[in-house]
């Protein structure tokens, strides 16, 4: 640590589970210096066990609740549009507490974004070498910095600088108590709510070590192709187990849409990963477009194609472009009367003989 090589940081997730990040002083591949690196860490005293030795990727650095280093300017935009909450705290997670508190104007929350790159994060300096922002989106976001009010900006990287003696005459900004202390930036705080924000068994606990004037940074690197594995591990960590496949898909979307060309390899690519991802007796026999049951088919198709056809529920037959099918029952379309009715058996009030569904009328006692 003396030269600033090397730094560590240990995170305690809420489930208990421990993840010890590691930053090597000098570069190595992590298949040639996993066995080494777990057998050292096994040797420290409890006889620690580890899982496994992995690189630094965006999933787990989301997972830390240590931001995002590959998302932009325009994801945090989507968020706001969207009113994504929790997704604007992992964004920008120098101003989570701001965030679930609602106590930032969300117009702001983009260039805070900007001015948060390179900031530190749970005390650790983290660095993104999988994709370097482009000049003109820095130069943007040199742009917007001066409209984020002082106030925020200090919240978010904790640099109020608060007065010796609190104001007996004004109110706290967060839970309107009196006494608070003051910063220039207008925040007024009182004693309590000073105090750090418990999140013991909330969000992970991190405590690390890096060279006080120059620290390694802990390098974030995505996978050129990503394992199946580590897909499913990301979106389970994102929306859990036992998602539709409509949510399933919007997920894949958002995360993995961009490495692949083409609407049909995309839709091909997500259904086989949700074949894996479902459990055993929903989705396992799915393997294409063809396989999907006809309301799942066309809510899927629509997160490609808002436009793409109504299916009918009974057969899946596509309605024409730019119409309905013309037999409705209680909202649901169906392409005929005969799928409308199908499995079931109509018949007279009078005579009980069965009825063409087509002519819904008796030639037996007519």
Excluded at 28 to 34: G, H, I, K, L, P
Excluded at 39 to 62: F, K, N
Excluded at 113 to 131: F, K, N
Excluded at 164 to 172: F, L, S, V
Aim: charged share 30%; aromatic share 8%.
């Amino acid at each position: 640590m003396v030269d600033g090589a090397g730094a560590y940081a240990v995170v305690d997730m809420p489930n208990g589970d421990i993840y010890v990040v590691i930053c090597m002083a000098k570069a190595a591949r992590t298949e040639y210096s996993a066995a080494n690196m777990k057998a050292s860490i096994e040797q420290l005293p409890g006889s620690p066990q580890v899982d496994w030795v992995r690189p630094m990727t965006r999933r787990l650095q989301r997972l830390f609740g240590w931001g995002d280093a590959g998302a932009t300017g325009a994801d945090v935009a989507r968020a706001v549009a969207g009113a994504d909450v929790e997704e604007l705290a992992v964004l920008i997670p120098q101003a989570a507490d701001m965030i679930m508190r609602n106590e930032v104007d969300w117009k702001h929350l983009p260039a805070l974004h900007g001015v948060s790159q390179g900031a530190p994060i749970a005390g650790l300096a983290i660095e993104d070498r999988s994709a370097r922002l482009a000049l003109q989106d820095r130069a943007d976001r040199e742009e917007e910095d001066d409209t984020i009010p002082l106030r925020v900006v200090h919240e978010a990287f904790d640099q109020h600088v608060w007065s010796e003696r609190p104001n007996r005459k004004a109110k706290c900004s967060h839970c309107e108590g009196w006494d608070p202390y003051e910063c220039d930036c207008g925040m007024r705080l009182c004693e309590l709510c000073r105090l750090p924000p418990a999140v013991s068994g909330i969000r992970p606990t991190c405590k690390g070590q890096q060279h006080p004037t120059r620290p390694l940074p802990f390098s974030v690197q995505d996978h050129v192709k990503w394992p199946d594995e580590e897909k499913l591990a990301w979106i389970r960590q994102e929306i859990g187990d036992g998602a539709e496949l409509e949510d399933f898909a919007k997920k894949w979307r958002d995360i993995f849409g961009e490495k692949i060309r083409g609407d049909v390899p995309q839709k091909a690519a997500c259904i086989k990963l949700y074949g894996m991802y479902a459990p055993p007796e929903e989705g396992r026999a799915w393997r294409n477009e063809s396989d999907l049951p006809p309301e799942t088919l066309e809510l899927f198709q629509r997160l490609w194609d808002v436009n793409a056809p109504e299916r009918c529920r009974e057969c899946g037959k596509a309605a024409e472009h730019g119409h309905r099918h013309p037999v409705r029952s209680s909202g649901t379309p169906y392409c005929s009367r005969a799928c409308h009715f199908a499995g079931l058996s109509l018949v007279c009030e009078k005579c009980r003989a069965k009825v063409d569904p087509d002519w819904a009328r008796c030639f037996t006692c007519k």
